[in-house]
Every structure is written in structure tokens, then in C-alpha cells.
């Protein structure tokens, strides 16, 4: 490592360098990989539920002030505090990412940050209206009227969307780059434009934004679910349920086409990601879709087999070739194994919510046909609620599964085909050490978040102004 | 052309994050130095009143700084990010404990969970711009070469140019801090938290004027280079600076407030652009220049109309914003549509 430094200090440097780290090693990229692929998987939840809690909290209060029933605007108020924490955890998760994209990543950025800056300038903006309206929103509960109030919420669910997207973008570029060309080991002829817009970006972000519409309803759904189970069967609580998972429930089908989509487009654009997640070694037609299975010598084994299933799917007919991880040496494919779990798995998630969806639907047609008026006083209301109670998990399962599938389908690129993770990794010593900084302070936030959260859905009465808990004056309840 | 505006437009967010997101970070001391928890209430009390509805906003400066780095200057971004990781991972973590805690202090009710965030959150305050200080202190004094992990993952941040910058920015938010408190808890505090804070921004102000003086003597020794461009090119920022300084002391022991906070913003407002005046056109130490580190043309301009649209959406979002919570709060609106 070239010490550049005309100071005299070196023998201490050398000393609280030895501490900290020896030289930079092949452990420091797994540590690199660990710490970013750790700090996203976290934010990533939290950011799902910083795009859909405000459009559930605009809905209850919405509702509440239309009818002037205090259980929503309780509900609003309730999951407007709640917002306040997820989005502040939010922020500076995210912040995070910003910091370790050139602090993991410097030969990425270094080379390729300026052809996808614009879309993080976009979302860095986006971002910014997010915080200044949600602090008036958060803070001006008493100070708007309640009309004005709820147009507040607007930009934040409009901007919260706007991030998601060219977040993704960004994303989606490292799936398709695009916007550049490489000449004599300089990057030129840089297109922002096209490299924002590029051919993964449609169907990537509209996959995430409906994910994340679905982990924000889900979750919150699950936490009244619970509460309907232990027989708190009010308006609140059952209004609590209902917005949510109705939203959720509406949503799902809809991602299962888009799934679809992704699923096609990747076939056609990264057909060594599909062949991960679907375990196909060899290129061939009449492929199976195998369902589990762990990566053998020459094919998935354990696994269940749907003959010809792939090349239906994938071309609509069982003669469809499908291409194998075989098209490229083996250094360059993904793990196998792990990719393609993490896809049944997120198929699997999808398909169970899809399912609840489908099983309200009934029972509110039955009610609906028997003249009844509650759909939840149906017999196997328990094991629907149970179930239900499991939703918000299962769409973070999926959500963090179908982000592995992403992430480890394009290994060991980090941007397909042009830049590998080796490359880009910063050279210098200690990311080791700086995996476990960030393992510790982040599970001391998990536990604080979850603490406070859990607290906050039990406290009366509910101060006014959601994070003035010394405005008492006007109380809902 | 095109590189220097988007450089100055740059150093516009670092200054607008030092002026905002600094202030609250200077709050964050004083809610540490407050003293107990039933003595130091009222104080707490103001800085979370002050400094909740804006933070997040105020925070969201600093994601534009870097943004607009790696867009415009992708390699000056990797090599400080790469030679500098151990501050800007600690000043990271800090940010991450500081943002988190002072959302969890709000959300609980109980008197041991509001001492532990309220901690975790002082302490931090404290802890993030000491390190970015450091961090603007190594670029600054040409610590930081072109290069992945090029200079010294240790030197480039422990060294005289870099604990003066430390200690310079926390000094500078705690007297920021402490003048802009002066006029809320005019508004709103009574007499003697006034004083309080009188007492402190007058305080900060001297300390941030000897590390200054001290200044000096250590960039000439550490950082010769910063040095000459600071008493040459950019003197006339430097004294203007000095002579702000100096006016916004005598303002707040007149109590006028919203002169005295003026003259603050100021007086840090061009000691950030003398910096950058002194270094300018050289990015990093020793030949990497503004027009050699930028960006292609494509990529500026795009920059800068996202960036001139989104002043256009942010302007009048940011006055509403503090407009809204400058003023006291009636609690009438709520009130009209709890009774209907």
C-alpha cells in the first residue's frame, strides 16, 4: 500500500494501522459484500414502508375526517408516529448506502458514478421534498386545517414513489448498462438519459414500487391481525386490518403479471441470472421448471420437476430453448444454489399473500350473498386472521429474497459484463473491521426500532401532533 | 465552464449543510452539557422543539453534497471515500446513532429511555462533525491523492490540519447553534433560558475565534499550501469572516437576535467558501484540477437542470417549512375539527 505522506508520524500510523487491520485481503471483499449487502437488506424494509405507510396514514385520515369516525383518525395518528420513527431510521440508513457506496465501492463510483448520478440527483431531491413534508405533516397536525393537512401527504407519497424509482433505475443499470462507452480504459460518450432509462429499468421498478405497496400494507395488516386474534374485535382494530390488507390483496395479483415480466425480460437480457434462478446448466429445449433443489455436478437435485414447465413459461411452447449457465466459464456464473432458492422462495411468499387475497374475497362474496354484514364472523375466521397474521413476514421474505435474486444472479459482476465486485472493491486493509462496526450498531437500531414501534402502538392517549409528545391538548381518545 | 458550476453548486449544499444540518448538530452539545435531567428539561425541551420538524430536511444536505461529488467529480468521490473510510465510516455510524436516537427519544415517554437516546444522541452530535472536520481537514491539507486508497488510510486523518478541522466544526456548530436558540427561546422560553443561551453562544463564539487564531499558526506548519491561499487569494472571505464574527458577539450581547443569527451564518457561510477559494482550481493535492476531475459536459448539464428544477420544487417546500415553525402554534385548526 503507497503511503503518501510527508508527516512525521509514521511509526504510530504503522502501529494503529496494525491494530485496526493487516493488509487488504480476498476476506475484505467477502466483508465488503457482507456489510453492503447487510446495510441494503435493512434499509430496504424500512423504505418499503417509507413509500406505502403514507398512503395508508393519508387513507385513514382521509376516512376518519369524511366520516368522523375517531377510530381512523386514531389510526392515522397512530401510524403517522410510527412513520416519524421508520422514516428518521430511513433517512440515515439511507445516508448510509450513499457513504458506502464510495466507501465499499470506490472503483465503481470512481469509473461509473457519473453515469448514473442523475438518477440519485433526481431521488436525492425527491428525498428532499419526502423530509420537508413529512416534517410538516408530522409537526403541523395542529396548525393546518385538516383539509390542507392531508394535501401535505401528497408530495410525500408522490416523492416516496419518485425515489423508489430512480433508485431502482440505478439499480437497473447495473443489470443493463447502458449511457457509455469504454475508450482506451476511459469511460465516454457518456448519455445519462439513456443509461437512466435503460431496457431492466421499466420492469425492475415497477416490480419494487408495487413490492414495496405490498411490505408496507402486509406488515401493517399483520400487526392488527394479531390483535383481532386476541379478541379485540373493535372498529379500530378491525379498520387497522382492513385498509391495509385490502390494499395489499389488490396489489399482489397484479405483481404476480409483473413478475411475469421481469421474469421474461431477464430470460432475454441476462439469461445467465435466469438460468441461476432457475437451475438450468445446459442450454436446451424442453426444459423443466424444477421447484428446490440444490446444485449438483450437472443439474439441480431434490428437486420437484414440472416437465417442460421452463420453456412454457418462458416461450409458451415446450420447444423453447432455454439458455444454461454452460453459455459462460464457470467463473463468471452466479452461485446456483442460493439464487435459486432465494427465487422459489420469493414466488412461494408471493403465491401464499396472492392466496389470503383470494380467500377475503370469498368470504366477503358469501357474506355479501347471505345478506350477513361481517365477513370476519365466518367460520375459519381464526385460521384467516392466523394466516394473515403471517403476511407481513412473508413480504418481507419475498421482498428480500427477490433483491437476492437480483444481487447474487448478477454475480460476479457488479455491473453486467463490465465491471466484476473484485474491481470495484476498496483496496485498502480493515473492511473487516468495518463489517463488524456495522453489524453491531445496526442490531442495536433493529432492537430500538422494534422496541419503540411495539410502545408506540400502546400508547393513549395519542398526542396530537404525532412527534410533539408534549402537545396534549387535543387528544383523539 | 460547466465543472465550476457544478462546483459551486456544490459547495453551495456543503455551506447550506453546515449553516442547517451544523446548527443541529451544535444543538445536539448543548443537549449534552445541559446539565441533569430535571435542571436541563427546559433546555432539552427548546432544542427538540427547534430542531424536530426540520432536521431530516436539513440533514438531507449532506446526501446532495455526495451526490453531486460522484456525479461531478466520480473520481475525486472514490478517493476520498476510499483513503478516508475510517472518519467517514465513524462519522456514518454517528449519523445513523444521532438521526435514530432522536426519533426513538421522541417516541418514549419513560425517564430512562429518554436518558439513553438523549445520550446516544448528544454524544453523537458531537462525534459527527469532529469526524467530517477531520475529513475536510485531510482534503484540505493535500492529504488525500488521486487514487483508489491512494493516501494513508491513518495520516490522512490523523494530523494537525484535520484535528484542527474537527475541533473547528464542532465549536462552529455549538456557537451556530447556540445563536439561533437565542431567538426560540425569546419567542418562547422565558428570560432565563435566554440568558442561558446568551451565555453559551457568546462563550462558543470566543472558543471558535481562538481555535481560528490557533488555526493559523497550525495550517502554516501542516498545510502550507492551504495557508497561502488563504491569507493571499482568499483573504478578503477570511476577514470578512473575522469581522462578522466579531459584529455577531457584540449583536447578541445587544440582544438582537435575528441580526446576531445573521451574522453567524455569515461569519461560517465564508470561512466555507474561503476554503473553497484557496484550493480552488485544485481538487485534490497534487495536479487533479476542477476542469480535469469533472465529469463530461452530458452529465453537468443534466446535473444541473435536475438541479434547477428541484430548487424550483424545493425553495418554496424549505420556507413554508421553517415559516411554519417559526411562528407559535395555536392548535386552533385541530382544535375546529376535534369539536365539529
Known sequence: ?477 | MLADTVLAVMWLGLMCYALFAGADFGAGLWDLVAGGSRRGRPQRALIEHAIGPVWEANHVWLIFVVVMLWSGFPGVFAAVMSTLYLPLTLAALGIIARGAAFAFRKASTQLWQQRLFGACFATSSVVTPFFLGTVAGGVASGRVPPGLAAGSTVTSWLNPASFLGGVLAVVTCAHLAAVYLCADAARGGGPDLVRAFQRRALVSGLAAGAVALVGIAVLHADAPRLFHGLTHRALPLVVLSAVTGVAGLVLLMRSLWGWARTAAALAVALIVWAWGLAQYPLMLVPDLTVARAAAPPSVLAAVLIVFAVGALLLIPSLGWLYALFQRPGTGAAAGAEDTR
Open chain 1, 1 to 477: 500500500m503507497p503511503a503518501v505522506d510527508q508527516h512525521p508520524w509514521p511509526q504510530a500510523a504503522a502501529a494503529v494501522r496494525d491494530w485496526l487491520a493487516g493488509p487488504a485481503t480476498s476476506g475484505d471483499l467477502a466483508a465488503a459484500r457482507a456489510q453492503m449487502g447487510f446495510s441494503l437488506a435493512w434499509h430496504i424494509v424500512v423504505a418499503c414502508l417509507g413509500v406505502g405507510l403514507p398512503l395508508l396514514t393519508l387513507i385513514a385520515e382521509w376516512w376518519g375526517v369524511r366520516t368522523g369516525d375517531p377510530s381512523y383518525r386514531l389510526l392515522a395518528r397512530r401510524w403517522a408516529r410510527a412513520m416519524g420513527v421508520l422514516f428518521a431510521v430511513g433517512a440515515v440508513s439511507g445516508t448510509i448506502l450513499s457513504f458506502e457506496m464510495g466507501l465499499l465501492w470506490p472503483g465503481l463510483m470512481g469509473r461509473y458514478g457519473q453515469v448514473i448520478g442523475v438518477p440519485f440527483a433526481i431521488e436525492g431531491i425527491a428525498f428532499f421534498i419526502e423530509a420537508i413534508f413529512l416534517g410538516i405533516y408530522l409537526y403541523a397536525w395542529d396548525r393546518l386545517p385538516p383539509r390542507v393537512h392531508m394535501l401535505t401527504a401528497l408530495p410525500i407519497i408522490i416523492a416516496g414513489v419518485a425515489s423508489a424509482f430512480f433508485v431502482v433505475c440505478a439499480n437497473a443499470w447495473m443489470n443493463q448498462p447502458r449511457g457509455f462507452t469504454v475508450r482506451h480504459g476511459r469511460v465516454v460518450d457518456v448519455d445519462p438519459l439513456a443509461a437512466m432509462f435503460n431496457p431492466a429499468s421499466p420492469p425492475q421498478t415497477v416490480h419494487m414500487i408495487l413490492a414495496a405497496l405490498m411490505v408496507a400494507s402486509f406488515l401493517t395488516a399483520s400487526v392488527y391481525a394479531v390483535s383481532l386474534l386476541r379478541g379485540r374485535n373493535d372498529r379500530y382494530h378491525r379498520a387497522g386490518f382492513f385498509i391495509p390488507f385490502v390494499l395489499g390483496a389488490v396489489v399482489s395479483p397484479v405483481q404476480l403479471v409483473v413478475g411475469d415480466w421481469i421474469a421474461r425480460f431477464v430470460a432475454d437480457f441476462q439469461p445467465v441470472k435466469l438460468a441461476a434462478m432457475e437451475g438450468v446448466f445446459t442450454t436446451s429445449s424442453h426444459v423443466p421448471l424444477t421447484v428446490g433443489g440444490i446444485a449438483g455436478d450437472h443439474g439441480l437435485k431434490g428437486g420437484l420437476e414440472i416437465p417442460n414447465g421452463l420453456s412454457l413459461l418462458v416461450g409458451f411452447s415446450p420447444s423453447t430453448v432455454v439458455e444454461g449457465l454452460n453459455q459462460v466459464p464457470p467463473a463468471q456464473r452466479p452461485p446456483i444454489t442460493g439464487t435459486h432458492l432465494a427465487f422459489d422462495l420469493m414466488v412461494l411468499g408471493g403465491l401464499f399473500l396472492i392466496g389470503l387475497g383470494v380467500w377475503l374475497l370469498l368470504a366477503w362474496w358469501r357474506t355479501r350473498r347471505r345478506g350477513e354484514s361481517d365477513p370476519l364472523a365466518r367460520r375459519g375466521t381464526r385460521l384467516f386472521l392466523w394466516l394473515a397474521s403471517f403476511s407481513g413476514p412473508a413480504a418481507v421474505v419475498s421482498l428480500e429474497c427477490g433483491w437476492v435474486v437480483t444481487e447474487e444472479g448478477r454475480q460476479p459482476w457488479v455491473v453486467q459484463g463490465v465491471l466484476s465486485v473484485r474491481d470495484a472493491v476498496n483496496p485498502a486493509p480493515g473492511l473487516m473491521t468495518g463489517l463488524w462496526l456495522v453489524l453491531v450498531v445496526y442490531a442495536a437500531m433493529t432492537v430500538a426500532t422494534v422496541y419503540v414501534l411495539r410502545r408506540l402502538a400502546g400508547e393513549r392517549p395519542v398526542p396530537v401532533a404525532p412527534q410533539e409528545a408534549d402537545v396534549t391538548g387535543y387528544p383523539v381518545v
